[in-house]
Nanobody, 126 residues
Framework: QVQLVESGGGLVQAGGSLRLSCAAS????????MGWFRQAPGKEREFVAAINWSGGSTRYADSVKGRFTISRDNAKNTVYLQMNSLKAEDTAVYYC???????????????????WGQGTPVTVSS
């Protein structure tokens, strides 16, 4: 089992920045790819970004490419999502999730993830 706890969400003005963190505990010695998803009210949960176990490979949704950066510190069992140039349409609850590294090629799909955090809300005011 892996437990994930997100933090860092909040209210920010358009054009501002936030950094989300996701702390992992439990079976963190296993090799997991980590992803960030978001869900806005009335919408499906959508992929935002993912990073492989070593941190050497990343993937981003087109809507956040160039504005968001995912990173991880395996010594701290923590994954980060740096969000810059925030827009009103980035408003959502953000979730981190863990998937076995063997599923890396499918990390944009939420069904490939075994573990999820409780989410942290991000509100961008225009």
């Amino acid at each position: 089992q892996v437990q994930l706890v997100e933090s860092g969400g909040g209210l920010v003005q358009a054009g501002g920045s936030l950094r989300l963190s996701c702390a992992a505990s439990g079976r963190t010695g296993s090799s997991y790819a980590m992803g960030w998803f978001r869900q806005a009210p009335g919408k499906e949960r959508e992929f935002v970004a993912a990073i492989n176990w070593s941190g050497g490979s990343t993937r981003y949704a087109d809507s956040v490419k160039g504005r968001f950066t995912i990173s991880r510190d395996n010594a701290k069992n923590t994954v980060y999502l740096q969000m810059n140039s925030l827009k009103a349409e980035d408003t959502a609850v953000y979730y981190c999730a863990a998937a076995p590294s063997s599923r890396w090629f499918f990390v944009t799909r939420k069904n490939e993830y075994d573990y999820w955090g409780q989410g942290t809300p991000v509100t961008v005011s225009s």
